[in-house]
């Protein structure tokens, strides 16, 4: 074992360059490597910011070892990329967001297969955070998500009266034939990316237009018209 007041190799490096080297490193990679090397290393975590990824392949020992550090640097993590089930857990995002408070938090991407009310809440939360700017949500590549969960996830995300929140992504299968009736929409989103899926004779390149008649600050749209073919 290291001690804490050891001198290592890395010690001839300046901290600005430490700074470059974290900035590429996801924060568990960081705190496996880093955080037990020595005291001036763990002065340089205290400072850095964070790129927080949870992939599927993840386990769940995994998961308490990153929250068992996050205790000391949740306020440090500015972007959050996190599956909602992994290896041998589900309802990741949930448990991470409740266990940790994420305030600097810029941009934010869940993988979800599903919705929860907890999820629900979660995302909420997110979205009340003043520095939020990018919001993605994506479907998980192993389920689908249902129909009723796509609905609340899109009024849940869309209206929403965050004050910085400025970029959204809705990565699911969706038809979006409900959103002109929606009474209000993020009032400063300026770029707005969605899946619109549904049979040929109900979406097409025209789907875009009420979205266009409800989001009158959109600078940038990217929607993807995906026709399903329905079995005989």
Sequence with gaps: ????????????????????????????????????????ILSILQSIRLHLIILNSHYDREIHFLSSH???????????????????????????????????LHSCI?????MSSELENTIKQIQSLNRIVSF?????????????????ITRTILMNNSSSLCSVKLHYDYDYLNISTYTSIASNLISLE????????KVSIYSILPILRICHRIR??????K??????
């Design 1 to 40: 074992f290291i001690q804490m007041d050891a001198y290592t190799h890395f010690e001839d490096l300046s901290n600005e360059i430490f700074f470059e080297i974290f900035d590429y490193l996801h924060a568990f990679d960081i705190f496996t490597a880093f955080a037990s090397l020595n005291k001036r």
């Design 70 to 104: 996050l205790i000391f640097h949740a306020h440090q993590v500015i972007s959050l990329k996190c599956c909602d089930t992994i290896r041998n857990r589900s309802s990741i995002i949930s448990l991470l967001c409740d266990r940790h408070h994420f305030v600097n």
């Design 136 to 152: 993605f949500i994506i479907q998980s590549d192993n389920k689908k998500i249902n129909e009723k969960d796509k609905y609340s």
């Design 220 to 225: 940038y749209l990217h929607g993807i018209i």
């Design 110 to 114: 869940f993988i979800i297969d599903s």
């Design 194 to 201: 969605l899946l619109i899926s549904g049979s040929s004779n």
């Design 227 to 232: 026709y399903e073919i329905l079995s005989e």
